[in-house]
């Protein structure tokens, strides 16, 4: 804060004293109170410093004042170019759009009409659905059936379970018997089974 204020006050007295030439003498306010000296010009030594540094701060001022002018208009040149170049990206999009809604227009065609199929009759739809059933409930009786007994799928002869019946042979002797005499063992076995129920 200090140094602004004496640097503020320095410039004011370097403004104050910025028109009067280094070796002028001043004129005399009151000649009867004061005496005016001119010869010693170390006297004012100070204020002919001050005259030199605001001139050099002038020097200064308007150099910045110049280096500022330049960047002002360089910055207004680069904006003015950012602008150029966006409204071109503005007019290059707004053409990019108008061609693509073009397109949507000409691919926008009237959806084609669906027709639907006539319905079938329900005569036919409760045949198909009986025929159905029916393959359904054969299946299922296939799969559920249970396996004939093997007596079923080779009967034994009545007289072969009769002379079964009647013998009074082991088991083991009756089977070396018949399988001598040429009876398969599956018919022999079923034979057994009938004989001995």
Known sequence: MKKRIVLFLLL???????DVPY????????TSQNTVYSD?????IHILRLQEASMALGKNVSVLHDELANYQEHQ??????????IDSLQR?????????QSTVQQLEVPAPLVVEPNPTPLHLLLLSNLILFGIVIV????VHRKPL???????????????IR????TTHDLRMELVAKGWTPSLIENAMKVAKR
Do not use: C, W
């Open 149 to 163: 007994p093997e007596d079923h799928l080779n009967p034994a002869p009545s007289e072969l379970v009769q002379y």
């Open 40 to 44: 010693f010009p170390l006297d004012n």
């Open 23 to 30: 070796d002028s003498t001043y004129l005399p306010a009151n």
């Open 12 to 18: 004011l007295v370097a403004s104050a004293f910025a």
């Open 166 to 169: 009647a013998s009074r042979k």
């Open 139 to 142: 299946l299922l009786i296939a």
């Open 76 to 85: 207004s040149n680069q904006i003015s170019g950012m602008q150029a170049s």
């Open 92 to 100: 290059s999009l707004q053409t990019q759009v108008r061609s693509l």
